[in-house]
């Protein structure tokens, strides 16, 4: 162990008793990212298969799915330990992707378009769910102080995760077809829920090392306690406002993209593979800066300054994009803009829990990352369909909606921050809560 802590201090500031839970959380963290990256090409292929007019529809019952599916989770968060209902929706997602894999190898052609849409709206869910699961443990898991040190290299094992997962739909999905890529998305989340249950093990182990608390209790509360704290908290408003203006620009670029997909490819196969190396793209960038920038990033400028950094890169993106429109300018945007998300914001938002009760981390957070970022989705589609038939082109969109949008982001995510370092600073020496 004292070898692997030698390691890995070149690369970040890991202390003695962290090494075997933050090798276990990257573990974890990289079989979500690498199940879901095998499907994301395959959902926006077929998303481009319904046509970009059908979009909206598509974000309009994904976020009825969010509505519905919130409940039953936090009723599973009030009465099972974390282990058990981690593991409960992992397998849950894994056995949705046995039905569908059924259905697309035996099910006739009627069958399967419907099924296309079904599993749009199905890998939606599914991915957020998943991933907020995830990085709820996290902040459960490890304190303020640790996250900012080590966020940045659990993301990273999200990053090759996803870096190996949006291979394969690119480089197989011409060959072998989209329908057995989804079994190996299924092993992967068993893989995920067994390293879960190995860093809950470290996590308890972490209490005598750092003597903070890790509780494994049932959280109790209401099935609906994430959507009223969440009102009731300005805090929570706050962070539910970044979600709602980051995923309303991320829907007008997505639009963009599927559309020129669509006219350009002629078959799920190759729109598959295309969208497959865009994800390469981003998460190779999104790898490099994780390994050597993250953690460096957020001890230099703290959480409010690196917060800011990915809406401040909108507002110059969009207004680039709306003077020079080119599709090498949209992808270019999308592929950097996806890397900045994925290295510098999440890791930082994911801090802005750590100062919160375990019930806000669970259910307070859930809502947030499912429910308000598919809300977030669905104004920015059905907003796109109107500025559309008002006649509005790109240009006009990204100058006029997206740059002043970007700019309500940037002061918002800087008051993010600084109520974050203030909390953190009011809090008890080594409270959890």
């Not at 270019?332 to 900045?340: D, I, Y």
Request: contains cysteine; hydrophobic residues 55%.
């Amino acid at each position: 162990m004292p070898e692997r802590q030698g390691v890995l201090s070149r690369l970040i500031d890991v202390r003695p008793g962290e090494v075997a839970a933050l090798l276990w959380a990257s573990l974890f963290c990289f079989c979500a990212l690498f199940a879901y990256s095998i499907l994301r090409p395959i959902r926006d292929a077929m998303g481009a298969e319904s046509g970009v007019e059908n979009l909206p529809w598509l974000f309009t019952a994904t976020l009825l799915a969010m509505l519905a599916v919130n409940p039953p989770y936090a009723a599973l968060v009030a009465r099972l330990p974390r282990v058990r209902f981690i593991s409960y929706t992992y397998r849950f997602f894994g056995a949705n992707l046995i039905a569908f894999f059924l259905l697309f190898l035996y099910g006739g052609a009627t069958i399967q378009k419907w099924a296309g849409g079904v599993f749009f709206v199905w890998t939606s869910v599914f991915n957020l769910f998943v991933v907020s699961v995830f990085w709820a443990f996290m902040v459960d898991v490890f304190s303020r102080e640790q996250g900012k040190r080590l966020f940045g290299f659990i993301a990273a094992g999200a990053t090759v995760g996803a870096i190996l997962g949006s291979s394969l739909p690119a480089f197989l999905a011409e060959r072998v077809g989209t329908t057995w890529l989804l079994l190996v998305s299924v092993v992967l989340l068993e893989v995920g829920v067994f390293a879960m249950r190995r860093l809950s093990h470290f996590a308890t182990a972490l209490k005598t090392t750092t003597g903070m608390a890790r509780e494994d209790a049932p959280i109790g509360g209401g099935v609906l306690a994430g959507f009223h704290r969440t009102l009731a908290s300005p805090y929570l408003l706050n962070v539910s406002l970044y979600m709602l203006l980051y995923t309303f620009t991320s829907t007008v670029l997505y639009f963009q993209q599927v559309d020129i997909a669509a006219t350009s490819f002629a078959d799920r196969a190759a729109r598959a593979a295309f969208f497959g190396k865009v994800d390469l793209a981003v998460n190779t960038l999104t790898l490099i800066t994780q390994l050597f920038l993250t953690s460096r990033i957020l001890g230099a400028l703290g959480v409010a300054l690196t917060l800011t950094i990915l809406p401040l890169f909108s507002l110059l993106g969009f207004a680039w994009l709306g003077v020079m429109p080119t599709i090498a300018a949209i992808v270019a945007l999308q592929v950097t803009r996806r890397a900045s998300n994925f290295a510098i914001a999440r890791p930082t938002r994911e801090v802005l829990y750590t100062v919160l009760s375990r019930e806000d981390k669970y259910k307070a957070k859930s809502f947030i990352d499912t429910a308000v970022y598919r809300l977030g989705d669905q104004i920015g589609a059905w907003s796109y369909a109107g500025l559309g038939a008002l006649g509005l082109a790109l240009p006009a969109i990204a100058l006029y909606v997206a740059v002043p949008i970007s700019a309500v982001w940037v002061a918002n995510a800087f008051w993010l921050g600084r109520r974050q370092e203030q909390l953190a600073r009011d809090a008890e020496p080594g409270s959890r809560d």
